[in-house]
Each structure stands twice: as structure tokens, then as C-alpha cells.
């Protein structure tokens, strides 16, 4: 699929919406608590634009049980016929994203953190990670994702949007977009 379509997924009388466009290398979007689905569309725009193809999850229900959040990525990504992505996710979407490895560790390549809220959820041992963080964020201190870096440095990197806080995705998506597109090397 290539256009933002709005999409709904009925797995088990579960109601998931997502929007899935554009083609190329795949990366799965899951927002921060109380964010919608149009809160990473600017920046799934961009990568979009960059000849990756973006699958953006609607809101997830924080109350959830985690592993069970990371089992709805996986229905999406079957739903949509991805067979490994790299998955991200925004703040409590993070704790999803960092959850889908450990629990479907051969349908992930990489995970990417945008301001990721402490969890007690290793890291996987052979997973890439890019975290990204603004420097000015009030929800989730910077010293969260360096203490997360820190914890496997040969795995994961960290780059920061200076000034940014912690919707930066949203409102610096070009700086946000940027980093991923670098690190992933998909330019």
C-alpha cells in the first residue's frame, strides 16, 4: 500500500488501526500514550518521501499487557505481509517496541527508541538500537536513554535533537527523520 490510508484489523475481535505506505525498507510506528495515529505522520511522511515504507500503529492501550501489545505488532506485520521490520515506538510505544524482540525475536531487524520511558525490559543481545531523545524533553529525562545506551553500548547508539522536547518526533520531524534514515543507512 502507498497511500495514508486508514486502516482497521480485526484479529480476534481486537480493533487495530493502522496505516501502512509507501515501499522499500520497513519500519513499524507505534505512538506515545495518548497520541494518535497522526502524531509520527509528519515524520512517516518524510521516510516515506525517503523510499522507506512506514506501518503506523493507532494508539495502544497503556493498561495492556506489554507482551501482548508486542503480539498486536506482529498481527499488523502479518496483516500487511512483513515478514521482519525494524520496530519503533515513541515513549510508552518504546516499551512495546523494545518487548517485540524479546518476544518475536526473528521478525525484527533493529529498534528504534524515540524518548523511551524506563522499563525493565532488556535490551536484545543481537538487536541494533537507535535511540533518540530531545535535550530539553520534561516527560522522560535524557539520562533515561543514556542510562538504556550504557547498558549496551556495542548495540545501541544514541543521537539527540537539541532544544527538543518530548514530542520531538512531531515537532522536529525533519532532525528525527534525519538520524534514522543516517544510521539506518537507507539514503
Wanted: hydrophobic residues 45%; proline residues 6%.
Amino acid at each position: 500500500m502507498t497511500a495514508a490510508t486508514l486502516q482497521t484489523f480485526e484479529p480476534d475481535g481486537r480493533a487495530i488501526s493502522y496505516i501502512d505506505e509507501g515501499t522499500g525498507p520497513a519500519l513499524v510506528l507505534i505512538p506515545e500514550t495518548g497520541q494518535e495515529i497522526g502524531s509520527l505522520g509528519t515524520l512517516a511522511s518524510i521516510l516515506v518521501e525517503e523510499d522507506f515504507r512506514v506501518v503506523r500503529l493507532g494508539a495502544l492501550d497503556a493498561d495492556a499487557d506489554v507482551h501482548a501489545l508486542a503480539r498486536t505488532v506482529v498481527d499488523v506485520m502479518d496483516a500487511v505481509g512483513l515478514d521482519h521490520a525494524w520496530i519503533g515506538g515513541h515513549g510508552f510505544g518504546g516499551t512495546v517496541a523494545r518487548t517485540v524482540p524479546a518476544d518475536h525475536h526473528d521478525r525484527v531487524n533493529g529498534v528504534l527508541l524515540l524518548a523511551p520511558e524506563p522499563a525493565d525490559i532488556p535490551l536484545a543481545a543481537d538487536i541494533p538500537v537507535l535511540v533518540v531523545h530531545g535535550t530539553a524533553d520534561d516527560v522522560t529525562p535524557l539520562a533515561e536513554s543514556e542510562r538504556l545506551v550504557a547498558s549496551a553500548p556495542a548495540l545501541a547508539s544514541l543521537k539527540t535533537v537539541e532544544g527538543a522536547g518530548h514530542l520531538f518526533p512531531a515537532t522536529h520531524p525533519g532532525e528525527t527523520s534525519w538520524f534514522i534514515e543516517d544510521y539506518l543507512d537507507w539514503d
